[in-house]
């Protein structure tokens, strides 16, 4: 298979280019500009640099692909920039989307997010769940999603939309700069200072995905492709609060460098945890099982050694 991935610069592109690429797959990695780092990790890749803003360049050239996975959307960071945001995410999508149409490319996989569902989750979260986007964060996703809804029901190309929850995993590459991630920020906090400080009560609950997990559901979804446009949730079996990773985050850190580690709690809210549940039913259609060992625990272990190989 020959995919095409945006974004590939970028903590989840560049683990998704070499993902596929350990499989064999064929991978055309696209980004406005790659790090030398990147450049060595995707070496068996073909690398393109092109901005997917500049609709004249994305037309005058031609690639051959059976599928565009699109990770170059508005991260949180960007997002807080509205016209970037909205920028990035609607007209580099669509941009993106014409580039595929003309390319005879029929598939298109679109990154959202998991906050088109908001910030603070209650219940059980499905596919189905209302969206209830509460910043330009989540708003400029769906934007994104809006336009891969509409191209697929008009029948110019197959579209899905992904929705991962908060993504960790291994750094593979110098380009990460996404040191606001939750438990990165912890790791880094930790091996710098010594301590970790929590601004809030820390009791929000979050849902984390591992990469190697979210890689492998996007190969499940790539090769059962939908006829018409679906949404899927890329979220692990289980929450964790704050409080419960930065606990995890000292306990690798005190085993690694046999020393203590202070978590300092410095906020009151939120007074009580938002419990929620994520259905994975969808993706386990489709053959999708997560593997458990790809934990916090081990990924927070390797966080710690790419951060002792920078120093």
């Known amino acids: 298979m020959k995919i095409f991935i945006t974004g590939a610069n970028g903590f989840i592109g560049s683990y998704l ?6 499989k064999g797959e064929h991978v055309i990695a696209s980004s406005r500009h790659f790090h030398e780092s990147s450049r060595n990790l995707l070496k068996e890749a073909r690398l393109v640099e092109l901005d997917i803003l500049n609709s004249a360049q994305l037309q005058n050239i031609e690639y051959d692909a059976d599928i565009i996975i699109h990770t ?4 949180d960071i960007i997002s807080k920039n509205s016209l970037r945001g909205i920028e990035l995410s609607a007209i580099g999508t669509k941009n993106i989307l014409d580039f595929a149409v003309k ?37 400029n996703h769906l934007f994104a999603e809006m ?3 509409m191209y697929s029901r008009l029948g110019k190309i197959k579209c899905v939309s992904v929705r991962p929850a908060n993504v960790y995993g291994p750094i593979i590459t110098k380009a990460f700069n996404r040191w606001s991630l939750v438990p990165g920020c912890f790791c880094k906090e930790a091996f710098e200072l010594g301590a970790i400080t929590i601004k809030s009560s820390g009791k929000q609950m979050r849902n984390f995905v591992n990469l190697e997990n979210l ?9 059962n492709f939908p006829d018409e446009y ?24 005190e085993n690694e460098f046999q020393k203590p580690l202070q978590v300092n709690i410095e906020g ?19 053959g999708f099982v997560e593997d458990n060992t790809f934990s916090l625990q081990s990924e927070i272990k390797q966080i710690f050694e790419y951060l002792k190989s920078q120093k």
Do not use: W
């Not at 280019?17 to 350990?22: D, E, G, P, R, T």
């Not at 679906?230 to 000292?250: D, Q």
């Not at 939120?270 to 993706?283: C, I």
């Open 72 to 75: 170059a959307t508005a991260n």
């Open 215 to 223: 890689s492998r559901a996007i190969d499940y979804i790539i090769h």
């Open 268 to 286: 009151t809210e939120p007074m009580s945890t938002n419990f929620f549940t994520v259905s994975m039913e969808k993706l386990k259609r489709i």
């Open 17 to 22: 280019a070499y993902f596929f690429l350990k």
């Open 147 to 149: 336009y891969a809804e």
């Open 103 to 139: 390319n005879h490319i029929g598939k298109c996989l679109v990154f959202s997010t998991f906050q088109v569902y908001g910030t603070e989750l209650t219940g059980a979260i499905s596919e189905s769940t209302a969206l209830k986007y509460q910043n330009d964060y989540g708003l």
């Open 230 to 253: 679906e949404n899927y949730n890329l979220a692990s079996s289980k929450g964790n609060t704050m409080l419960e990773v930065a606990e995890i985050v000292k306990q690798v850190y």
